[in-house]
C-alpha cells in the first residue's frame, strides 16, 4: 500500500507540474515573441497567425479541461462526492482524484482504442514530427530566440499553438542570411523519422494483431511466439503496460530536430541540389510515411478487405468524423491537427511568402510602377 500510495503521489506531482510548465513555457514564448519588433508592412499577417494561436489555445484549454472533467466523472463513479461540499472539501477532493486516478495512461489508452482513434492519432502525432523539424531547421538558420521553448510547448502541449508561435516569430524576425543555409545529418534525421514511424506501428500493433486474429485464425494462433496470439480476446488496458514506454520514445524523438540542424556558411538558400534541401527532403520522407500508415491504417480498419477500394475521405461522415467526438482525447487531437493544418496552409501560401519577399525586389517594382 506504502509503495502504490507513493507511486499515486509521484503521479500526481507529475501530472501538476506538468500544468505548471506549460503556463512557464507559453509565458517564455510570449515574452521572447512581444520583445521583437513588428515590421510595419507584416502587421497583418503577425495578426492573422497570432489570431491561430490564439484560437488554437483556446481549443486546446477546452479540450483538455473536458479530458480532466471526463476523468474526475469516471473516478466518481467509483469515489462518491461527499455531500455538503465546499471549497475546502472540494480541494481536498481533485487532490484525492489526482493522486488515484490514472489521467495520463487513460489518455494514451483512450488514443488508441480502436483503428478508427488511432487515424486521429496518428496524423496529429505525423503533423507534430514535421512541424518539429520545420522549427528546428528554420528556428536554428533565423536565430529564433529561446527555440528549445518551442519544443518545450510541442512537448506538453498540442502542436498547433507552439506552431503559431514559431510564426509569429519568425514574421518579427529580420530576414535570415541569403549566403548562409541549414544542414541536417540525412542519415540521422531520417532514422530519427523511420524510428518514431516504428513507435507509432508499436503502439497500434496490438489493434492490427487483432484483425489478423479475425480474419486468419488458424495462422495467428499457430505463432506462439507473439504474445496477442493466444489466450482470450485482448483488453487495452492489458496493453498499456507496453503502450506508454512507446508514447514516452516517440516524444523524446520529436526533441531531436532542435539539435540536428547546423548552419553552414557560404551555402546559398536559393539553391539546392536536385531532390531539394535537407529539410524538404526530410519532410517527403515524413509525407510518405504519414500517407503509407493511413493507408495501413484503413485497410486494417475494414478487416483487410481487400475487394473495398474506396477512401477513407470518402466515408468521412460515417468512418472519420463520428470518431473525432468519440472521446475528449481524440476530439484534442484531431481539432489540433485541422488547425495545424490550416495554419501550414496560411503559410506557405502566396499571401505569406510573396510578402516576404526581399526589400530590393519589391522596391525595385515599386520604382517601374511610379515610372
Same mark, same amino acid.
Given at each position: 500500500? *506504502?509503495e502504490?500510495?507513493?507511486?499515486?503521489?509521484f503521479?500526481?506531482?507529475?501530472?501538476?507540474?506538468y500544468?505548471?510548465?506549460?503556463l512557464?513555457?507559453?509565458?517564455?514564448?510570449?515574452?521572447?515573441?512581444?520583445?521583437?519588433?513588428?515590421? !510595419?508592412e507584416?502587421r497583418?499577417?503577425?495578426?492573422?497567425?497570432?489570431s491561430?494561436?490564439?484560437?488554437? #489555445?483556446?481549443?486546446?484549454?477546452?479540450n483538455?479541461?473536458?479530458?480532466?472533467?471526463?476523468?474526475?466523472?469516471l473516478?466518481t463513479?467509483?469515489?462518491p462526492?461527499?455531500?455538503?461540499?465546499?471549497v475546502?472539501?472540494?480541494?481536498t477532493? @481533485?487532490?484525492?482524484?489526482?493522486?488515484?486516478?490514472?489521467l $495520463?495512461k487513460d489518455?494514451?489508452?483512450?488514443?488508441? *482504442?480502436?483503428?478508427? =482513434?488511432?487515424?486521429?492519432?496518428?496524423?496529429? +502525432? /505525423?503533423?507534430t514530427?514535421?512541424?518539429?523539424?520545420?522549427?528546428?531547421?528554420?528556428?536554428?538558420? =533565423?536565430?529564433?530566440?529561446?527555440?528549445?521553448?518551442?519544443?518545450?510547448?510541442?512537448q506538453?502541449?498540442?502542436i498547433?499553438?507552439?506552431?503559431?508561435? #514559431?510564426?509569429?516569430a519568425?514574421?518579427? !524576425?529580420?530576414?535570415?542570411?541569403?549566403?548562409?543555409?541549414?544542414?541536417?545529418? =540525412?542519415n540521422?534525421?531520417?532514422?530519427?523519422v523511420l524510428?518514431?514511424?516504428a513507435?507509432l506501428?508499436?503502439?497500434?500493433?496490438?489493434?492490427?494483431w487483432?484483425? $489478423?486474429?479475425k480474419?486468419?485464425?488458424?495462422?495467428?494462433?499457430? @505463432?506462439e511466439a507473439?504474445? /496477442?496470439?493466444c489466450g482470450p480476446?485482448?483488453?487495452? *488496458?492489458r496493453?498499456?503496460?507496453?503502450l506508454?514506454p512507446?508514447?514516452l520514445?516517440?516524444?523524446?524523438?520529436?526533441?531531436?530536430?532542435?539539435? +540536428?540542424?547546423k548552419?553552414?556558411?557560404g551555402a546559398?538558400t536559393?539553391?539546392?541540389?536536385r531532390g531539394?534541401?535537407?529539410?524538404?527532403i526530410m519532410q517527403k520522407?515524413?509525407?510518405?510515411?504519414?500517407?503509407?500508415?493511413?493507408?495501413?491504417v484503413g485497410?486494417?480498419?475494414?478487416?483487410?478487405?481487400?475487394?473495398?477500394?474506396?477512401?477513407?475521405?470518402?466515408e #468521412?461522415?460515417?468512418?472519420l468524423?463520428?470518431?473525432?467526438w468519440?472521446?475528449?482525447a481524440?476530439?484534442s487531437?484531431?481539432?489540433d #491537427?485541422l488547425?495545424?493544418?490550416?495554419s501550414?496552409?496560411?503559410w506557405?501560401?502566396?499571401?505569406v511568402q510573396?510578402?516576404?519577399?526581399?526589400?530590393?525586389?519589391?522596391?525595385?517594382? *515599386?520604382?517601374?510602377?511610379s515610372?
Amino acid at each position: 500500500m *506504502e509503495e502504490q500510495a507513493a507511486t499515486n503521489l509521484f503521479g500526481a506531482l507529475i501530472f501538476w507540474l506538468y500544468i505548471v510548465l506549460a503556463l512557464v513555457f507559453t509565458s517564455l514564448v510570449l515574452e521572447s515573441i512581444v520583445r521583437l519588433p513588428t515590421p !510595419l508592412e507584416k502587421r497583418k499577417r503577425v495578426l492573422v497567425f497570432s489570431s491561430l494561436a490564439f484560437f488554437s #489555445f483556446a481549443a486546446l484549454s477546452f479540450n483538455m479541461l473536458h479530458v480532466l472533467v471526463y476523468s474526475f466523472q469516471l473516478w466518481t463513479e467509483d469515489h462518491p462526492l461527499p455531500n455538503g461540499m465546499n471549497v475546502g472539501s472540494a480541494l481536498t477532493t @481533485i487532490w484525492k482524484w489526482s493522486i488515484t486516478s490514472t489521467l $495520463f495512461k487513460d489518455f494514451g489508452v483512450a488514443i488508441v *482504442e480502436d483503428l478508427r =482513434r488511432f487515424f486521429w492519432t496518428q496524423a496529429a +502525432l /505525423w503533423a507534430t514530427m514535421s512541424v518539429c523539424l520545420y522549427m528546428g531547421a528554420k528556428g536554428v538558420h =533565423r536565430r529564433v530566440p529561446r527555440l528549445w521553448a518551442y519544443f518545450a510547448l510541442s512537448q506538453i502541449l498540442p502542436i498547433s499553438f507552439a506552431q503559431n508561435l #514559431f510564426y509569429v516569430a519568425l514574421l518579427k !524576425l529580420p530576414r535570415g542570411d541569403s549566403n548562409t543555409g541549414v544542414t541536417l545529418p =540525412r542519415n540521422i534525421t531520417a532514422g530519427v523519422v523511420l524510428s518514431y514511424g516504428a513507435s507509432l506501428l508499436l503502439a497500434a500493433f496490438p489493434l492490427m494483431w487483432d484483425v $489478423f486474429d479475425k480474419v486468419y485464425p488458424i495462422t495467428v494462433r499457430e @505463432i506462439e511466439a507473439v504474445p /496477442w496470439g493466444c489466450g482470450p480476446p485482448r483488453k487495452v *488496458e492489458r496493453d498499456s503496460r507496453f503502450l506508454i514506454p512507446t508514447i514516452l520514445v516517440a516524444r523524446m524523438l520529436l526533441l531531436l530536430p532542435l539539435f +540536428l540542424p547546423k548552419l553552414q556558411r557560404g551555402a546559398n538558400t536559393t539553391s539546392y541540389p536536385r531532390g531539394g534541401s535537407d529539410m524538404q527532403i526530410m519532410q517527403k520522407l515524413v509525407t510518405v510515411c504519414a500517407l503509407a500508415m493511413t493507408a495501413v491504417v484503413g485497410r486494417f480498419s475494414r478487416d483487410l478487405d481487400f475487394m473495398r477500394n474506396e477512401f477513407l475521405i470518402m466515408e #468521412f461522415n460515417d468512418f472519420l468524423l463520428p470518431t473525432l467526438w468519440s472521446h475528449p482525447a481524440v476530439t484534442s487531437l484531431g481539432l489540433d #491537427f485541422l488547425l495545424s493544418c490550416i495554419s501550414a496552409a496560411g503559410w506557405v501560401s502566396k499571401w505569406v511568402q510573396c510578402g516576404d519577399a526581399p526589400r530590393s525586389s519589391r522596391s525595385k517594382r *515599386e520604382d517601374i510602377k511610379s515610372k
